[in-house]
């Protein structure tokens, strides 16, 4: 069996991969921050052209019809850019739970939606109970809220925004004031409780992609400022105190790698019995980014934090999004209770998604 990402994967994800590169730097990110509303039209525009916000969006309804599977790569490479624009929470997270319920309960409402989601024309936002305080909302169309296990859509003329402050500045955070009504309610019991549990398992995986990809970036800033910086007629980055500093990071992130994109393909093929696979995804990618956050701030020295230091562009955002779609606790909690289960499947013949422990008739 080929475990590695397929052509057009990998080619999808360098396409963005340059667009960022040459349209998110640490200079526009900064000015973005000057911004009433800290979120280019421009960007999230090209965004859609590059089919972004179309992934996940079946092609019935306007999208491509990609698996979560497919787009993990993406998500890492926002990770990179650290990407103001909340083109992970309406495309991964809104767009997929939207999908969901149009499935289950398809209405002429839902199917418009989705068509102006997957073209770029609508921004759409959830809020969880477990991440109830919404990014850029002040810049949705519309949301998809949770109240108990009802889902709601709400069209923005009816939520007041509180806004909260985030340790980093490119994220504008707001908690929702609304009123549940009949109208709004799209689904409820236990399909809706499913629903959001998808939600969840999607939320924190794509926050894991993004840590990964931080972690990522601050690790070869470090590298590159250890090559240039020299003390004493030689480059900081030949002392072996440095290297370990660096080697820890890189062994971090690649132990962090295979856990993501194995629970990638969990999500895409059972997203409901993807708990496990995605909390082991969140712990191991906040752990590489912590790392990394802390190990590239001591590369670069007194320097490291400071507001005129690009990294901490980078770290703070990890910082943000270790809380984010629940923190470490929360995440190995999950992994304890799947562990500790009679029927756990553990071994090596489990790895991809076996649903059968001894008799082939027993479903697990």
């Not at 306007?62 to 993990?72: A, P, V, Y």
């Not at 709004?184 to 992609?209: D, F, I, M, P, Y």
């Not at 132990?255 to 969990?266: D, E, G, L, M």
């Amino acid at each position: 069996m080929d475990f590695t990402f397929s052509e057009e994967q990998q080619f999808f994800e360098s396409t963005l991969a340059d667009f960022l590169k040459d349209n998110v730097t640490a200079e526009q990110i900064r000015q973005r921050w000057e911004s009433a509303e800290g979120f280019d039209k421009t960007t999230w525009q090209s965004l859609a052209e590059l089919g972004i916000t179309a992934a996940l969006v079946q092609e019935a309804n306007g999208g491509l019809g990609l698996s979560f599977e497919d787009c993990i790569l993406l998500m890492q490479a926002c990770g990179r850019s650290a990407l103001p624009e909340p083109i992970i929470e309406h495309s991964f997270i809104a767009a997929a739970l939207l999908e969901d319920v149009h499935a289950i309960a398809p209405s002429q409402t839902t199917k418009d939606l989705l068509a102006g989601v997957a073209a770029g024309e609508k921004v759409l936002m959830t809020s969880h109970v477990i991440n109830p305080h919404t990014n850029m909302a002040q810049s949705a169309d519309a949301f998809l809220i949770q109240f108990g296990d009802d889902i709601h859509l709400v069209d923005k003329s009816e939520v007041q925004l509180k806004t909260m402050k985030s340790l980093d500045p490119s994220r504008r955070m707001s908690s929702l004031d609304w009123q549940p009504s009949a109208k709004s309610c799209l689904l409820n019991g236990v399909k809706g409780s499913e629903l959001w549990q998808r939600t969840l398992n999607r939320g924190a995986l794509a926050t894991a992609a993004q840590l990964l990809g931080l972690a990522e970036a601050m690790v070869s800033q470090a590298v590159k400022y250890a090559s240039d910086r020299e003390q004493f007629g030689k480059p900081i980055g030949t002392n072996q105190a440095v290297k370990h500093l660096l080697a820890d990071c890189a062994v971090q992130i690649e132990f962090a790698k295979p856990v993501i994109h194995r629970a990638a393909y969990t999500v895409s093929v059972a997203p409901n019995r993807a708990d496990w696979a995605v909390s082991h995804a969140k712990v191991c990618a906040s752990e590489a980014a912590k790392l990394a956050a802390r190990h590239c701030t001591q590369v670069f020295g007194a320097m490291g934090y400071t507001w005129e230091c690009d990294l901490h562009i980078w770290a703070k955002r990890a910082w943000v999004l270790d809380k984010e779609w629940g923190d470490n606790g929360f995440h190995k909690n999950r992994i304890h209770e799947w562990l500790l289960q009679p029927k756990a499947l553990l071994g090596p013949e489990f790895t991809f998604g076996r649903r059968y422990l001894g008799d082939a008739n027993e479903v697990v």
